[in-house]
């Protein structure tokens, strides 16, 4: 996450706001007590309904019921009692479901702001107060026998992401609930020219997961305005626990969003689709309005030397993931997601703030309750930390990190260019001295002999413990789109050389081992009219123009291809290091081309040899295929098939081109 959430005027005016609200005071927060039980938040049942929080700095705590989740008179007000290691709690003996509450805190005599409380699981209106609900009336019919897709291997998976209001908003998607989360529940769908939409063509596409941006409860669009056009990517969490509410159809009824979550989940599942989580735990959105710094002042996140927040995440502050509680809270958090709404994953943002032993305890948590959920997450920071580097859950740090996949930034900006410098080239179109980086991706960051690690764009070493900790992808939502990218770098290049260079951008990301990760609307060339930052423009930018797919059919076919390839062949999904420095073995050839082969059944593979080569040069080149024949598998014209044409001897690879062969 690059930049994403204020400009840099807005930015200025929060972190001056956060200084001012900050209340810490040189506080020891190791003194705290910790509490270890799993019981934090409301308990509800009809004869009564138990309310427990932890403030170890409070000398008093108050609970207020109300009828609505904005608005209106408190009904009942209640202190709560004081218990050991810093626990406050009270039981209301009576049925108050539907209830709408807020807790307070005392501190040093002074009664902070009311909130929903860090564990409120729903909420109202824009999350200002929290609801109490009976979760099991929340459930889709049919949601006991929801069965998640069958997953044999990290290695077998294949990321989509995408913006839950992106995909169905186009007045062309032919989905009728736009924006919201069950517009994924509608199957046959299809664009004004005739071609799939929604679910339909995320399941004919051929991916094996889908990652939602945030879709938790975050405090950018005013849910009470879904009559008019509310866009932000959701990177500014104010109820981690709590589905958003622009994407619910009643935003008011805290049920309403919880319910359709599961359904969106369901419909997926349904469908042969798991699904990912992008989850904030680095920052929140607003400190001074937030459960956090409201409920205990100064606890949740980290401080420079004068007290002031520190911003390690580019927006005003940063949690303290290394303190016991929120190391806790973090942990409750992604189990009660996986558990309540039968997620399949989560991806990280920034997670080099995180200290590596909670994202650590955190995987091996989740991983005993089902050992295929997928973790992974950014390998950075946005700023620098009072965290200490080596502790910081980064790319370097991955040797030391278990269970959890990082990107790889390397190859992104080896295949294209820089993210920042928009008019730096890549690989495929044309930068010289890029050949490392991209065999650094294809060997999904690993150790491998014939990588000279020095020549790799970023990293100097290999990082990964094996190639299902790597995250290959060449866009995302953050930065241009790929199709912006190749247009801005390459202003003189024809459009069929540009389509050449995306196709070729891909085929290097599905051909290389790891996981690899599409970005929505890459399929069929997805522009976002040259806007670099769009997590707040408006849906003329960022929605899924689905005319597209008829004008780019071709590309959406080939990228259909390319996970075809990938799916029917495991030596492009080898699962360990030494698997890949075994079997994988470049060739030597001229800048501008990269090539490897893949021999003796890698993986179990039917093929017992494929050839893998790139030409990112603008003129043709020759290579030596020797006496014995090879099949050409798949071509940037063609795409993947089975019977293609058989060579030997010398073969001539067409400019900007990808091609496999096998024997």
């Avoid at 824009?126 to 990290?154: C, E, H, Q």
């Avoid at 540009?498 to 070729?504: E, G, T, V």
Wanted: hydrophobic share 35%; proline share 4%; glycine share 8%.
């Amino acid at each position: 996450m690059k930049n994403k959430i204020i400009s840099s005027l807005v930015l200025l005016m929060v972190l001056i706001m956060s200084c001012n609200q900050v209340s810490f005071n040189s506080v020891d927060f190791n003194s705290y007590p910790i509490y270890s039980g799993n019981d934090l938040g409301v308990t509800y049942s009809e004869k009564g309904t138990q309310f427990k929080i932890w403030e170890p700095s409070a000398s008093k705590v108050r609970l207020k019921l109300y009828e609505k989740g904005l608005g209106g008179d408190v009904l009942e007000s209640f202190l709560l009692k004081k218990g050991e290691k810093g626990l406050w709690s009270i039981l209301i003996k009576k049925d108050i479901l539907g209830r709408y509450y807020t807790f307070q805190s005392n501190v040093n005599g002074k009664w902070h702001n009311e909130v929903p409380g860090s564990y409120a699981k729903a909420v109202g209106v824009n999350g200002m107060r929290a609801m109490i609900v009976d979760l099991s009336k929340t459930n889709p019919d049919g949601w006991d026998m929801d069965t998640k897709p069958k997953l044999k291997s990290f290695s077998d998976i294949i990321l989509y992401e995408l913006h839950v209001r992106d995909y169905s908003i186009h007045k062309n998607s032919g989905i009728k609930n736009k924006g919201k989360f069950i517009a994924f529940t509608e199957e046959g769908t299809k664009s004004a020219e005739g071609f799939t939409t929604g679910i339909d063509h995320i399941k004919e596409l051929g991916v094996t997961h889908v990652h939602l941006l945030p879709s938790f409860d975050y405090r950018s669009n005013d849910e009470t305005k879904a009559d008019i056009p509310l866009y932000n990517w959701g990177y500014d969490p104010q109820n981690y626990n709590v589905p958003e509410g622009t994407y619910a159809t009643d935003p008011y009824n805290g049920t309403v969003r919880i319910k359709e979550f599961k359904e969106m989940v369901q419909a997926f599942h349904k469908n042969g689709i798991r699904v990912i989580l992008d989850v904030v735990y680095n920052h929140v959105g607003y400190p001074a309005e937030q459960s956090f710094e409201q409920i205990v002042p100064g606890y949740y996140f980290r401080h420079n030397a004068d007290g002031s927040f520190s911003n390690a995440s580019g927006c005003g502050n940063e949690t303290a993931s290394e303190r016991p509680m929120m190391r806790k809270y973090m942990i409750e958090s992604v189990k009660y997601w996986a558990r309540e709404y039968h997620l399949d994953g989560f991806r990280f943002d920034l997670m080099g703030i995180h200290d590596i032993q909670t994202m650590n305890l955190l995987a091996e948590e989740l991983h005993t309750m089902d050992s295929t959920l997928f973790i992974y997450g950014e390998g950075w920071t946005a700023g620098d930390s009072p965290l200490p580097p080596k502790k910081r859950t980064t790319k370097a740090n991955m040797p030391n990190v278990y269970g959890i996949a990082a990107f790889s930034d390397d190859i992104r900006d080896g295949i294209k260019g820089h993210w920042n410098n928009l008019k730096t080239k890549g690989f495929v179109s044309g930068e010289p001295d890029t050949e490392e980086s991209i065999k650094f991706g294809i060997v999904a960051a690993t150790q491998h002999p014939q990588v000279d690690y020095q020549k790799v764009n970023y990293s100097k070493k290999y990082w990964s413990n094996g190639p299902q900790q790597t995250i290959n992808y060449v866009s995302c939502h953050d930065n241009n789109t790929l199709w912006d990218k190749l247009a801005i770098s390459s202003p003189k290049s024809s459009i069929e050389e540009r389509l050449r260079m995306a196709k070729m951008a891909n085929t290097i990301v599905m051909t290389s081992q790891g996981v690899p990760f599409l970005h929505a609307g890459v399929e069929f060339l997805r522009s976002k009219q040259n806007v670099e930052n769009s997590f707040e423009s408006p849906d003329s930018i960022n929605w899924i123009d689905w005319s597209l797919k008829e004008k780019n059919k071709d590309i959406f076919v080939y990228h259909q291809s390319l996970i075809q390839l990938r799916k029917e062949h495991p030596a492009f999904k080898m699962p360990t290091t030494d698997m890949i420095s075994t079997h994988l073995e470049f060739m030597d050839l001229e800048e501008g081309m990269v090539g490897y082969t893949i021999s003796g059944n890698a993986n179990g593979d039917s093929w017992n040899t494929i050839l893998v080569v790139f030409n990112a040069n603008m003129e043709s080149k020759d290579i030596d295929l020797g006496d014995e024949p090879w099949t050409i598998a798949l071509d940037i014209e063609k795409g993947y098939r089975k019977n293609g044409k058989k060579n030997s001897g010398k073969f001539k690879l067409e400019p900007l081109t990808a091609y496999v062969l096998y024997k």
